[in-house]
Structure formats: C-alpha cells, structure tokens
C-alpha cells in the first residue's frame, strides 16, 4: 500500500477539551491531534487542519458548510474529521449527501484526550485506517466500527454508536 | 458496514510488557488486550485468545507454525495478530506465504501499554479497522500505515515500519 | 518514626472531579483517594471517611461546622482535608480558630486527579507527611509548600497558594 | 512556614528509569524530577542536581561518598535525595553516620515515573514535606511513611519498607 496523503480537519469535541485549571472548567485550547499523531508514531503525510474547536451541541449549519467546503476544496481525497459526538450523524449527513468523490471518516471521543481513561487514540487509529482502506463515501467511525452515513446515530443513553436500522 | 466478528490472537511483543516492580525488570504477566478494547469503548464482536506472552527475538519455528495454525481453524475470517514488533515480518510472511481466504493483520507497539506513552492503543485501533475493511491477505499494520507481507521491513535504526522497495 | 494513625477527610473539589462520558461535563461520582492510596503504595494506617463531595464554591458555614465536628471527633489527632481550592482558606480559618489539639493540613489539587497531569498525587503525599510531622495546628498544604491557617490565601490570577503578608 | 530552600541530588533508581523504544530495554536518559515538580506545581525553591543515573545494584562506596561530599558541600541545610530503593538503606547509613547539621531525606520508586502507575510522584511529595518539617537527622520516606535512616530496610519479598526492630 502506498504511503497514503491524508488530510484531518480539526473541529473540536471530546477529543480536545481541555481542563482550565484556573476557572476549574473544560474548555478548548488548541488541538491536541499533532501530540496524538507523534503518540502514535504515525508516518503518515498527515496535513492537519483546525477548522474550528466547538462542542458540536453549538455546531450551526453554517460551521457544517464550512466543513463541507472544506472537504470539497481539500487537495487530498482521504480526509478524517474529529467531530463532538453529539452532533457528528448530522454533519456527517451533511457531507454524505453531497456525494463528494473522497473517502471522508468522522471521528471523535467519549473523553477527552487529556484524561487517562480517553477513547481518543484508539477511535484516532481506527479512523485513519478506514480512511485509507475504504471506497469513496462518508463514514463514522467510532466503538472500532465504521457506519455509512446515513446509517448511524448515537445511543444518547449508552454513548454507543449503532446502525439507523 | 455489518458488525464485524474479529479474532485477537496475542502473542506478546512490547504490547503487553509489563514492570515487574519487585525484580526493577520487564516480564509478561497477561495480556492488556481486553482493557484496551474497553478503554477504547469497542463494540465489535471480538474474540481474543492468547496464543502465548513472549518477546518475538525468541519466537521460533514452531511458535510461528503454531500461530499460523490458528489463524486457519479460527472461525472467524478476520483476525489482528499482536506481536513483537523485532520479527513481525517474519511471522507475517510465514502466515502471507500460506495464502488463507482470510484477511489477516500483525500489529504491535514500540513501547509497553502501561506507559504514559504507548502507541498500543493507535495501533489496535487501527489493526482492528484495517482488518475490517481490507480484502483478503496478510498485512502488518504499524505507524498508521498498512503493508503487504512481502513488502514490508522494521527499519531497526529508527523503529519505524517501511516498504522493502 | 512510629506508624502513625492518620484519618483522611474526603470534602470532593477538584482532587475527586470525575468526567461524566455521557453528559460531557465534570462531576462527582466517588472519591479517588483510596486509589491514590494504592498508587503511592502507602503503608500508613489511614481511615478514609468521606463527608461530602462538593465544589468548594458550594460549601456552606453548616458543611464547614460539619468538618470542625469531624475532626474534633476523629479518634485520630493526625488529619488531612481533601478539599476545593478556591474556599480551602476559609475552611482552615473555620478549624484553625477552634484550635484543637491536633495536628490538621488541608490540601486539594489545581487539575483532577482523573487527568493525567494532575498534581493530587503530589500533593497528597506532602499533606500525610506534613500531618506526621508538624506540631498541633492548622495548615494549608499545596504546591510542595505548607501554611498556617492564618497565612495563606489563594491567589485567584496565579491559581498558587501563598502567605498573606 | 517560610519560603524553604531545598536542594534535589539525583542519583537515579527505578524513578527515573526509562524506556528506550528501539532497544526495547529499560535505561537511564535524564531525570524526570524537574518534569515532576512542574507537575506537582511545587513553588518551592529547590535546586536540582544530577550525581548520577544508575541502578542503585551497581552503585559503589566511592558513589556513596560522593553523596555525602554533596551532602556536606551543599549550601541548602534541607536535601532530598532520590535513589534506588535496593541499596537506599546502605546509603542512608553512610550519611546517617557522618551527622550532619542537616535534614537529609531519601526517597525512590517502585515504579518508573514514566509508567502510568508510579508511585514516583507521591514518594517526592512526602520527601519534600519531610525534608521541610523534620528535625536535623538522615531519613528514608518511602510508602507515605518516614524512618530513621539506623532503623530501616526494604522487604525483599513485599517490596515495602518498615522498621528494622
């Protein structure tokens, strides 16, 4: 396989909040993907891109079309997004319907990266994997599973992404 | 994307080294595999079954033989081997050289889980989606990328997985 | 030095703030000091009793006399107060002015134990020992340093404990 | 309290031990002790001073004199020195014996610092604590507790300290 040229556009979520140890809150400060990328010892051509960094409660539609153009626009045509959990079938259908000719693989995390007990290096592994691996499409990949995009939606009572069905 | 029915087989390798705090020295107790699949909150259907805790600099003939016994009565037809990263590639060509109907993937990590500072769990999640989403073979998936088993090498000056080309 | 008898008021604060995966914000779920505990591999004898599991900024005069009465009451003369940061000096005012005859240090953390980066374990450690070792009083024990009661305060833009003169 | 001045001898041990990727071996790089200060947040002022980085096995008498030359010559009047935990008793003799007008406290590591499960920055916490409110005397804080350096001795089997009687 060769070495394959990815982009990963940075929006925020789980995955990068961050402890204020002054105001005793999370809140964002910068992206956490380039530590998490070095943690790996990925050897990937990784560009990485920060969009934004929301909780995806607070994404618009607005943010959502940036993000979409942002996939349009994007010299590379494997792209992982790190996503909030709460919102990320919306986004993802956002993208998906447009029908793009890249593979596109939403990600995100249960808790933060600067916990211990984070989610986030393991759904950060497996994303990029599918996003090398998978035909054209738009997915989430979460729980080590990877949903098309218009078959997923988050179990808000268990935290667990499912299939729609 | 169906949930997936995956096998683990661990065979130790750095991955689950573990320190030993009354000998100062690093030995194998029993596999982390199973706390890594629910730190990362996996939800696929995953067998793990530890073949043996062994550094792979002494794996031999017949620890390879029987590896690549059980990758062919597993049930399952995707399976994510963990494995010492010194002579995955051997492991994976004595299993590539076989040519089972099986999509098969050698994983492992360059520092123990129980450090602050694995790339394990990067590593199992991607193993776990590259298994998932390839089409049959045997691969060696490591630093983010995903190699062929007759094209692939440990670079033993810098630690990191390439191409033989 | 003999083995000393030590009881461990657990008041919450950010030392046992948890992260709650399906809210998305922090809590409080039980305290983490036994744990601590078990990583410090402490051998003293110590009771851990928890009174309450609060924000500091949400602490009453009542939770505050309900402190003073434990530690007049704990069959132990050697105590530490896990406790918020932003109140810990008017509780230490609250005990110190009681002037009891034994030998009580309040300590707390800037980051939640639950975080990688947190200093409680740090500062766990120096509040028992400072407990073995000083005289009667009341004292404040944060950032490897320890006060009187009636000289410390926080300082709010440094989030660092220091004298009042 | 005042402001203490303390000074940190490093000499090595489990503490600082660390992993060394491409050998696959434990090793000694430099000390994690300024690192683990900055996350204890510790405002005291304390300088740190490497002797050495080994395994307390290997450590000599020509070492141990060596620590107690550094010991004498040492502006501070309160040290912490952190060290192996299998020779600490013998070198907490060696300086013990020579009565210095200091407070001098030994302390170590089950478990390297860098795993995520040491005991490394509890161990310090107490150290420091100790060094600043004990009497003049030599000392070994390990397990929470603090002993004088003529009645103490590591549990071989347990890996735990406790009184010589």
Redesign the interface.
């Known amino acids: 396989?060769d070495?394959?040229t990815l982009r990963i556009l940075v929006t925020g979520g789980?995955f990068d909040k961050n402890?204020d140890?002054?105001g005793?809150?999370?809140d964002f400060r910068e992206t956490h993907v380039p530590e998490?990328?070095r943690?790996?010892?990925?050897?990937?051509s990784?560009a990485v891109e920060t969009l934004m960094l929301i909780?995806s409660l607070e994404m618009t539609d607005s943010d959502r079309s940036r993000i979409l153009a942002s996939c349009r626009d994007a010299a590379e045509d494997r792209i992982v997004i790190t996503h909030g959990t709460?919102t990320m079938e919306l986004t993802a259908r956002t993208i998906g319907a447009a029908a793009l000719a890249k593979t596109i693989v939403l990600t995100g995390a249960?808790?933060?990266y600067?916990?211990?007990?984070?989610?986030g290096?393991?759904?950060?592994?497996?994303?990029?994997?599918?996003a090398?691996?998978?035909p054209t499409g738009t997915y989430v990949?979460?729980?080590?599973?990877?949903?098309?995009w218009d078959d997923v939606r988050k179990n808000?009572?268990s935290?667990?992404?499912e299939g729609r069905a």
């Open positions: 396989m070495l394959a789980t402890y140890e002054l005793g809150r999370l998490m990328l943690l790996g010892r990925c050897r990937l990784v909780d709460d249960m808790v933060p600067t916990f211990g007990s984070s989610d290096l393991f759904n950060l592994g497996s994303a990029l994997a599918f090398q691996s998978l990949a979460m729980n080590g599973r990877c949903f098309r808000k009572a935290g667990v992404f």
